[in-house]
T-cell receptor, first 111, second 117 residues
Framework: ELKVEQNPLFLSMQEGKNYTIYCNYS?????LYWYRQDPGKSLESLFV?????AVKQEGRLMASLDTKARLSTLHITAAVHDLSATYFC???????????FGKGTKLTVNP | GAVVSQHPSWVICKSGTSVKIECRSL??????MFWYRQFPKQSLMLMAT?????????EQGVEKDKFLINHASLTLSTLTVTSAHPEDSSFYIC?????????????FGPGTRLTVT
């Protein structure tokens, strides 16, 4: 059974600081996703990572994937308040389109 | 990018009644859609995979007779919560993948918040 673990689950940081959210998964997968969710809203797609060593960047967010370690990271650079949200990673199950989600990381960026 | 809509965005119903939630792919055809449930401050849990023209595939622990899924066309899937109870109150989100997309992107609907009183 595929399990996805994120840490930390809660992250409070100051504006301007850097931090990393980690996503570990238990079995081989071919796709890893990062999503953002604002309170009361649905999911916004951030990144899709398809291969080992993949790195994608958008603004202050950068995601990477190490399939050998079954680990993805979401790095936040010089955080700003607008980044406050809950971030989920999700992993596809064995070639299917079904996604298993981590528990989410609630990020609060304080001015 | 592709757009997925849901209707209604929120609904309040009385215990024992049934509620239907619609999920539509607006600018693409989706042979497969997914239904998720999210309890407050929790993650998304896949409930079922909706397949156009065939029966839905339910995840373990999800009652198929309670959560009826119909994927009647390539752009519409519906989830009916039958005989709803307060414990069914949740945020229901559907998603769909645009066929042929090289990014394997899944597009999520805006969600439907169900409150059962």
């Amino acid at each position: 059974e595929l399990k996805v673990e994120q840490n930390p689950l809660f992250l409070s940081m100051q504006e301007g600081k850097n931090y990393t959210i980690y996503c570990n998964y238990s079995t081989t997968s071919d796709r890893l996703y990062w999503y953002r969710q604002d309170p009361g809203k649905s999911l916004e797609s951030l990144f899709v990572l398809l291969s080992n060593g993949a790195v994608k960047q958008e603004g202050r967010l950068m995601a990477s994937l190490d399939t050998k370690a079954r680990l993805s990271t979401l790095h936040i650079t010089a955080a700003v308040h607008d980044l406050s949200a809950t971030y989920f990673c999700a992993v596809s199950q064995g070639g299917s389109e079904k996604l298993v989600f981590g528990k989410g990381t609630k990020l609060t960026v304080n001015p | 990018g592709a757009v997925v809509s849901q209707h209604p965005s929120w609904v309040i119903c009385k215990s024992g009644t049934s509620v239907k939630i619609e999920c539509r792919s607006l600018d693409f055809q989706a042979t497969t859609m997914f239904w998720y449930r999210q309890f407050p401050k929790q993650s998304l849990m896949l409930m079922a995979t909706s397949n156009e023209g065939s029966k839905a595939t339910y995840e373990q622990g999800v009652e198929k007779d309670k959560f009826l899924i119909n994927h009647a066309s390539l752009t519409l899937s519906t989830l009916t919560v039958t005989s709803a109870h307060p414990e069914d109150s949740s945020f229901y989100i559907c998603s769909a993948r645009e066929p042929g997309g090289s990014r394997y992107e899944q597009y999520f609907g805006p969600g439907t918040r169900l409150t059962v009183t």
